[in-house]
C-alpha cells in the first residue's frame, strides 16, 4: 500500500482546499520516501493526521461503537468556521485520500473522499470510491464495506499511531493487550480467531437437530405405515377389477337385447311418442315459416324484384334534396348582394386606402360582377322536383329501399331454405312412425334390458364408491410416502451433519494447532527482532540482551546483558519511547507487509543523540513510505539537514490567528540542498490551494 495524495477542504483549521502530495520518489538510487508535516501545537498536524483515517474509515475511526449522534457531535466541531461567517451559514466539508495498492499482484489506483454537508450539527456524509478512475460498480452503501474489505480497520491501526498509543506499547501494564491485538492483525491470527467463532457456532446450530436414532426410528414407522396402506389399497384394486369384469359382462348381454329390440323394429316403438311431438312441432315451424313468406310478399318483396328501378329512385331523391339546398342558398345570397353592394358605395369602407373614385367605382363594379358569378348556374335548378317529401319522410324511403334492395332478398333466402328443411323433417318423421311395432312384441324384451341396466346402475355404484375409497387411501398413501421421503433426507442429513460435526472439531484442533505454533513461531521472531531494533536506536547498544514474548498473553519480559529482568517502569521517557518505535519496527519486520507508517509527535521524548539515531537508522528501514508529524523544535535545522537524504518533502503548517485558518508552505528534497538550515521557502498556499 502506498500513500498518493491527501486533500482536505473547510476540514479543521483548513480553510478552503488544500492538497498534500505523498509520493516518495528516488533518486540517483536514494529513495525518498519521508514526507514530513511540521508545525506548532495547533497548526493542524493532529488535523491531518486524523483526516487520512477518516477518509479511510470515517466513524469506526474514533470508535466501533460511535452513534450517530456522536458522529454528528464530531464533524461539528471539526468543520472550519471563520471568524468572518455567520453561524446559520451552510457548512461543507471533506477529506479525500488517494492511494496505490496491489492485489493479486496488480495494481490498483484508489481514490476515497468524504464530504458532509449540512446545517448546524446534522450532516450528511456521501462517501464515493473510484478505483483506476473509475466508480465501482457496486451500490454506493456498500462502498464502506468494499472499503474495509480492501484495507481492514487492523491494517489502519499499523499504519497511524500517534503518541498515545506509542506511549500505550512502552506501558507494561497495557503494552500486552495492544501487542495482542497489533500481532493477530498482523499474523492474520485474528483470522483463524473469526474462523474459530464460526466454527463454534456453526456445531452449535448443527447439534440442535434431533438425535439420529429417533430420525432412524421416524423412517422405520413411516415405512411400516406405507406398506400396510399398500396392501389395502392392492386388496381394494382386486375388487375394482372384478367389478369392472361384471360391468362388461352385463355391458354385453345389454347390447344383445338391444340389438333384437332393433330387429323388432323397437327403436322406432320407443321413440313413438318423441317423433310425433316432434311432427307437431315441425308442422307449426312450416305454418310460421310461410305466414313470414307472406307478410314479405305484402310488404316489400315487390320491390326487391326490381333493384335497379330502387337505386334510381334513390338517387333521385338525393339529387332532389341537393336542389332543394341550392335553391335555398342562391335565395339567401341574392337578399344579401344589395347590402354588400350598398356597403362598397360608401365612403368609410374606402377610407385611408388613398383611392381614387374612379378607381373606386371601378373594383365596386368588379367585386359585384364576382360575387354575382358565385351564383349556382342555371343549369342546376332545371330540373323538376318530382317528390315533395319532409326530411322525415325522406329518410324513411331511403331506408325501405335500402332494405329492399340488401335485406329482404337475404330474408327470403334464408326463410325458403327453411321452410324446404322442415318439410324435409315432416316427411321422414312421418315415415319413422309408420315403421313402429306394436308394444306386445316388445314387452319381454324391454324387461330383460331394464332388469340389465339396473344390474348395471348396482355395479357402478359400487364401482364409485370403490372408488372414491382407492382415492382416499391413494392419497392417505402418498402423504405418509411423502413424509417418509423427508424422513429419509432428514436422516440422511443428520448422518452428514454428523461427519461434519467430526470433521468441524478436528479443524478446531488444527487450527488451535496451527495458531498456537505460528504464534510461537512469530513471537519468537518479534523477540529476535526486537532486541536488533532497540539495541540499533538506543544509545546504550548493550542495554537490551534478550526479549521473550510469551505466546499465550504476549507478556513481554527484557533481559539486560546480565541475564536480569528490566522493567519498563525503570526506563526514562525516552528510552520507552525507543521500546515503543522499536516494538512497531520489529512487528513490521515481523509481518513482512508493506505498508506505509504515520506517526504523530515520534520525537517530543528523545534527546539530540536519539533523534540523529532515529533518522539514520530507523526512517530508512522502517517502511517503504514515512510520514511524520513534527513540532519545529522536534525538526530543528540541524536535524533538518540530517534527514534530508530521505526526504521527498516537508511540508510547514503555520496557524494565522487573526484570520482563523492554517497556511501551509512546502520545500522539497532540491530546495532543501540548498538552503541554510532552518530557512523557509517563501512559497505559501493560500485557504483555496493557489
Not at 94 to 120: D, K, T
Not at 189 to 198: M, S
Not at 648 to 655: C, D, G, P, T, V
Amino acid at each position: 500500500m502506498l500513500l498518493l495524495n491527501l486533500t482536505v477542504e473547510n476540514f479543521g483549521v483548513f480553510r478552503g482546499t488544500h492538497s498534500f502530495d505523498l509520493t516518495p520518489w528516488s533518486e540517483d538510487g536514494q529513495s525518498r520516501h519521508l514526507t514530513v508535516f511540521s508545525g506548532h501545537n495547533g497548526a493542524g498536524k493532529t488535523t491531518l493526521f486524523q483526516a487520512m483515517m477518516i477518509a479511510l474509515y470515517g466513524s469506526l475511526t474514533l470508535s466501533d461503537k460511535l452513534n450517530a449522534h456522536q458522529y454528528n457531535s464530531f464533524l461539528s466541531s471539526r468543520m472550519h468556521r471563520s471568524p468572518y461567517e455567520t453561524k446559520d451559514a451552510p457548512e461543507n466539508s471533506s477529506v479525500a485520500l488517494s492511494f496505490q495498492y496491489v492485489q493479486s499482484g496488480r495494481p490498483l489506483h484508489i481514490q476515497v473522499e468524504r464530504r458532509w454537508q449540512g446545517q448546524g450539527r446534522d450532516f450528511q456524509e456521501v462517501l464515493t470510491i473510484l478505483q483506476n478512475g473509475s466508480r465501482l460498480d457496486i451500490e454506493a452503501t456498500d462502498y464502506q464495506t468494499w472499503l474495509n474489505d480492501l484495507i481492514s480497520p487492523g491494517f489502519g491501526r499499523l499504519c497511524f499511531f500517534d503518541a498515545e498509543q506509542l506511549d500505550t506499547l512502552a506501558n507494561p501494564d497495557q503494552q500486552d493487550s495492544l501487542l495482542e491485538e497489533t500481532m493477530e492483525r498482523l499474523l492474520g491470527l485474528d483470522l483463524i480467531e473469526r474462523l474459530q467463532t464460526d466454527m463454534d457456532q456453526y456445531t452449535f446450530r448443527q447439534s440442535g437437530p434431533l438425535k439420529i436414532e429417533r430420525l432412524y426410528t421416524d423412517v422405520l414407522d413411516y415405512r411400516a405405515t406405507v406398506d400396510q396402506l399398500d396392501n389395502q389399497l392392492a386388496q381394494l384394486q382386486r375388487e375394482a377389477e372384478d367389478i369392472a369384469t361384471d360391468l362388461l359382462n352385463c355391458e354385453a348381454a345389454l347390447a344383445q337385447q338391444e340389438r333384437l329390440l332393433a330387429t323388432e323394429g323397437g327403436a322406432y316403438a320407443a321413440r313413438r311418442p318423441l317423433l310425433q311431438n316432434r311432427l307437431q312441432t315441425v308442422q307449426k315451424e312450416i305454418e310460421a315459416t310461410s305466414g313470414k313468406l307472406r307478410e314479405l310478399v305484402g310488404e316489400l318483396l315487390p320491390f326487391a324484384l326490381v333493384p335497379e328501378r330502387c337505386l334510381k329512385l334513390s338517387e333521385r331523391l338525393i339529387q332532389e334534396v341537393e336542389i332543394r339546398r341550392q335553391q335555398t342558398a342562391d335565395v339567401l345570397w341574392q337578399e344579401k348582394l344589395p347590402g354588400i353592394e350598398a356597403t362598397l358605395v360608401k365612403s368609410e369602407v374606402w377610407e385611408e386606402l388613398g383611392i381614387s373614385a374612379n378607381s373606386k367605382a371601378i373594383l365596386t363594379d368588379r367585386l359585384m360582377q364576382a360575387l354575382r358569378a358565385a351564383e349556382t348556374p342555371d343549369f342546376t335548378l332545371k330540373k323538376p322536383i318530382i317528390h315533395y317529401l319532409t326530411e322525415p319522410e325522406h329518410e324513411k324511403l331511403q331506408q325501405w329501399i335500402s332494405q329492399a334492395v340488401h335485406d329482404i332478398p337475404q330474408q327470403i333466402q334464408d326463410l325458403s331454405k327453411q321452410l324446404r328443411r322442415l318439410r324435409e323433417e315432416q316427411r321422414r318423421t312421418e315415415t319413422d312412425l309408420q315403421r313402429a311395432p306394436d308394444d306386445e312384441v316388445l314387452a319381454p324384451i324391454h324387461a330383460e334390458i331394464q332388469r340389465l341396466r339396473a344390474v348395471q346402475f348396482a355395479e357402478q355404484r359400487r364401482q364409485r364408491i370403490l372408488n372414491e375409497q382407492i382415492g382416499s387411501l391413494q392419497f392417505q398413501r402418498n402423504e405418509q410416502f411423502r413424509q417418509l421421503h423427508q424422513a429419509i433426507e432428514k436422516y440422511e442429513k443428520a448422518q452428514k451433519i454428523e461427519k461434519q460435526l467430526v470433521l468441524a472439531e478436528r479443524t478446531k484442533l488444527v487450527l488451535r494447532t496451527y495458531r498456537d505454533v505460528l504464534t510461537r513461531q512469530k513471537t519468537e521472531l518479534l523477540a529476535v527482532a526486537l532486541v536488533k531494533c532497540f539495541n540499533k536506536i538506543c544509545r546504550k547498544e548493550h542495554l537490551l540482551s534478550k526479549v521473550h514474548v510469551d505466546p499465550e498473553d504476549f507478556a513481554v519480559q527484557l533481559e539486560d546483558i546480565n541475564g536480569s529482568t528490566l522493567n519498563l517502569n525503570n526506563f526514562s521517557a525516552g528510552e520507552r519511547h525507543l521500546y515503543a518505535l522499536a516494538l512497531l519496527w520489529a512487528l513490521r519486520l515481523v509481518s513482512s507487509r508493506p505498508l506505509p507508517l504515520v506517526v504523530d509527535t515520534p520525537l517530543a521524548r528523545l534527546d539530540e543523540m536519539h533523534r540523529k539515531r532515529f533518522v539514520h537508522d530507523y526512517v530508512p528501514q522502517v517502511s517503504d513510505q514515512v510520514l511524520l508529524f513534527t513540532t519545529d523544535a522536534e525538526l530543528n535545522g540541524d536535524l533538518l539537514a540530517e534527514v534530508n537524504p530521505y526526504v521527498a518533502r516537508i511540508y510547514r503548517l503555520k496557524h494565522d490567528a487573526r484570520h482563523g485558518e492554517t497556511v501551509s508552505t512546502w520545500e522539497d528534497a532540491a530546495t532543501l540542498q540548498g538552503m541554510v538550515p532552518g530557512a523557509l521557502v517563501e512559497e505559501q498556499v493560500n485557504a483555496y490551494g493557489i
